[in-house]
């Protein structure tokens, strides 16, 4: 059948390596920026230059392909990671300010995305011009997810763990507000995606870092490693299961999310 979409159908596997991917990102940030030496700002340009090219790749495809358009995910959120490390960091602008800039530019995106095209609908990404709207919203999301996790766990002084409950119960209101309110599916599914981006970074902080700071002390080689074999496991699996593939058929049954 023809597709007519560049992103995936939005089900359990999307939300599981969407939320794999978001650990992954923090830990290999911190993995490459620190435990390689390659220090923040050169980890930074290192890993946009990676990202842009598989980005190209994927504005390239005329379908939807599993392992290019993850692999992009992956790539986008190990930078967004950087974006918010180097605006703290380097820059020394607190986590709430670097939360609110985020916060903004994602309203940015959202507000020319809606202007130009009168939707939002991630069900409808089949022009470049909407799949550039997109992938800018997702690196904003990123970006701002990160800031607003170690807001809640570091700044705040509430641990990684009560973080990532916190975040976790943000995401089952907003599932039960769409499966029982009938709220918005778009507003649902983009509030979903800005909150599994701290639930991520938040898991994968607990899993990496150190007892001392709060962590498991796993390290984020061992973090990085098991959670993006999963990350590809389940990629090989939707390659040949064809379980996530939006065609003609499925964009008339899906939601408006």
Not at 232 to 239: E, K, S, W
């Amino acid at each position: 059948m023809e597709m007519i979409n560049k992103v995936p159908r939005i089900t359990v596997f999307f939300w599981i390596i969407k939320v794999f991917a978001t650990t992954v990102g923090e830990t290999a940030a911190d993995f490459l920026a620190t435990k390689l030496g390659f220090g923040l700002s050169n980890t930074a340009y290192i890993m946009s230059g990676v990202f842009l090219i598989a980005l190209l790749v994927q504005l390239n495809l005329k379908k939807y392909v599993p392992g290019v358009y993850w692999t992009v995910v992956v790539l986008i959120s190990v930078v967004g990671t950087l974006l918010a490390d180097l605006l703290v960091n380097k820059l020394g602008v607190g986590l709430s300010t670097s939360s609110i800039i985020f916060a903004v530019l994602l309203a940015a995106v959202f507000f020319f995305w809606w202007r130009s095209e009168k939707t939002l609908s991630v069900h409808k990404i089949h022009t470049t011009r909407r799949e550039l709207f997109y992938w800018a919203a997702i690196l904003f999301t990123f970006a701002l997810g990160t800031s607003a996790g170690d807001l809640v766990s570091e700044a705040f002084g509430l641990g990684y763990g009560t973080a990532a409950v916190i975040f976790a119960a943000a995401i089952a209101v907003t599932a039960f507000a769409y499966f029982v309110l009938k709220v918005d599916g778009v507003l649902a599914f983009w509030i979903a995606y800005i909150l599994t981006r701290p639930l991520g970074a938040s898991m994968g902080d607990l899993l990496a870092q150190p007892v001392k700071d709060g962590g498991m002390g796993l390290g984020t080689t061992s973090t990085s490693v098991v959670f993006f074999a999963v990350i590809a496991g389940l990629v090989v699996y939707l390659t040949f299961g064809r379980k996530d593939e939006l065609t003609q058929r499925g964009l008339k049954g899906a939601s408006a999310s």
